[in-house]
Antibody
């Protein structure tokens, strides 16, 4: 069965960096896309960006540009999200989520995905506090 | 950015009755070339990640009970739960995947009356 297993909770000081991992199993990692979505305590869902493991292409929300890096290791079917220059308002649960419905884009010459999310990791709580 | 606005913020419905959730997008999420609405619905129970219920505005995800249904087009969408069950207590979110940044509504909290 499809599983996305995320790394454990982190506590960081303001200005530090955090890396969250998401290990996929039960499907062909390279044939799907991965997004990262965060949820501040008691708040709604906020999409941060996506990565397509088969070619490493990324797209980040402008809000996080310059602070976030998403990568994958296809040899271990693991996705990573690094967020730098942490602030207190980065305190949130960070989810990885899979997009599996894809199509071939003639305009780009690559596979792309329909970015709704059919499987989610259980989340990683990142707490930023001095 | 496309702003997704859900209503109401909270909803209390009796067991066995119908629950209706609304979602409005600030611009159309209907892609004319394929006539598809790029709109999904999720259910999130406390302490759990969201669960996909509906995509393309009306397609039920595999394994989702048929009491859940989605409708609407363009900018106005509805999620309906017929014959409410106790396990349906959750927060429900809509999400547009028409264009980046992909955005979610603020959520509607469903409780049992």
């Amino acid at each position: 069965q499809v599983q996305l297993v995320q790394s454990g909770a982190e506590v960081k000081k303001p200005g530090a960096s955090v890396e969250v991992s998401c290990k996929a199993s039960g499907y062909t990692f390279a044939s799907s896309g991965i997004s990262w979505v965060r949820q501040a305590p008691g708040q709604g869902l906020e999409w941060m960006g996506w990565i397509t493991p088969y070619n490493g292409n990324t797209h980040y929300d402008q809000k996080f540009q310059g602070r976030v890096t998403m990568t994958t290791d296809t040899s271990t079917s693991t996705a990573y999200m690094e967020l730098r220059s942490l602030r207190s308002d980065d305190t949130a649960v960070y989810y990885c989520a899979r997009s599996s419905l894809r199509f071939y884009s003639d305009s780009s010459g690559y596979y792309s995905f329909y970015w709704f999310f059919d499987y989610w990791g259980r989340g990683t709580l990142v707490t930023v506090s001095s | 950015d496309i702003v997704m606005t859900q209503s109401p913020d909270s909803l209390a419905v009796s067991l066995g009755e119908r629950a209706t959730f609304n979602c409005k997008s600030s611009q159309s999420v209907l892609y004319s070339s394929n006539n598809k609405n790029y709109l999904a619905w999720y259910q999130q129970k406390p302490g759990q990640p969201p669960k996909l219920l509906i995509y393309w505005a009306s397609i039920r995800e595999s394994g989702v009970p048929d009491r859940f249904s989605g409708s609407g087009s363009g900018t106005d969408f509805t999620l309906t739960i017929n014959s409410l069950q106790a396990e349906d207590v959750a927060v429900y979110y809509c999400q547009q995947y028409y264009t980046t940044p992909y955005t979610f509504g603020q959520g509607t909290k469903l409780e049992i009356k």
